[in-house]
């Protein structure tokens, strides 16, 4: 069974750091792209970023707003995928779900986490 | 990018009922668009991909179609169950971008 569990959220003040996890079992991570989305309160879906498997080159692209603020990694030894928030802004309040697409597939998000939230408020 | 406009954002219909939701996208995506359901509390779910392909495992009752630029998602009898709120997504060119989201409720 395919499961993401996404950890370290939690309330930073404004131009603060976060880094937050997640952790992946029931599928070869190591050959899955993975995806970082968003969703702010009461709000509808932002895609943040996504990292290529090292297989196929482990690209990173990030979405406008969080490029050059945010960098998704993986530790592959770990199953583990991770986003490095920094210079945190009050409209990256949202819920941060890790998510991957079935197997041949890239942007279907067939699986994902419950989300971790973070809160960025003084 | 390419923005995805979804109508209506917010429905309200009678259990049996036949529900449509649409996307325009604002350039050519070919086929690439997906659909998903997210109930309160909830991760999204996906439901149909590729504009008119039904993921395993989720009732018949949901469909897609496409017409150029613009797609359609139908529920073809209302359940209780199906309370959520429906997202489409492109993913034709970076970044995926997803429609604002449609709200559907039981009257």
């Known amino acids: 069974e395919v499961q993401l569990v996404e950890s370290g959220g939690g309330l930073v003040k404004p131009g603060g750091s976060l880094r937050l996890s997640c952790a992946a079992s029931?599928?070869?991570?190591?050959?899955?792209?993975m995806s970082w989305v968003r969703q702010a309160p009461g709000k509808g879906l932002e895609w943040v970023g996504r990292i290529k498997s090292k297989t196929d080159g482990g690209t990173i692209d990030h979405a406008a707003p969080v490029k050059g603020r945010f960098t998704i990694s993986r530790d592959d030894s770990k199953n583990t995928l991770y986003l490095q928030m920094n210079s945190l802004k009050t409209e990256d309040t949202a819920l941060y779900y890790c998510?991957?697409?079935?197997?041949?597939?890239?942007?279907?998000?067939?699986?994902w986490g419950q989300g971790t939230l973070v809160t960025v408020s003084s | 990018d390419i923005q995805m406009t979804q109508s209506p954002s917010s429905l309200s219909a009678s259990v049996g009922d036949r529900v449509t939701i649409t996307c325009q996208a604002s350039?050519?995506?070919?086929?690439?668009l997906n659909w998903y359901q997210q109930k309160p509390g909830k991760a999204p779910k996906l439901l149909i991909y590729?504009?008119?392909n039904l993921q395993t495992g989720v009732p018949s009752r949901f469909s897609g179609s496409e017409s150029g630029t613009d797609f359609t998602f139908t529920i073809s009898s209302l359940q209780p169950e199906d309370i959520a709120t429906y997202y489409c997504q492109q993913y034709d060119n970076l970044p995926t971008t997803f429609g604002g989201g449609t709200k559907v409720e039981i009257k």
């Open positions: 350039q050519d995506i070919s086929n690439y």
């Open positions: 998510t991957t697409a079935g197997s041949g597939y890239y942007y279907h998000f067939d699986y």
């Open positions: 590729d504009a008119s």
């Open positions: 029931g599928f070869t991570f190591s050959y899955a792209w």
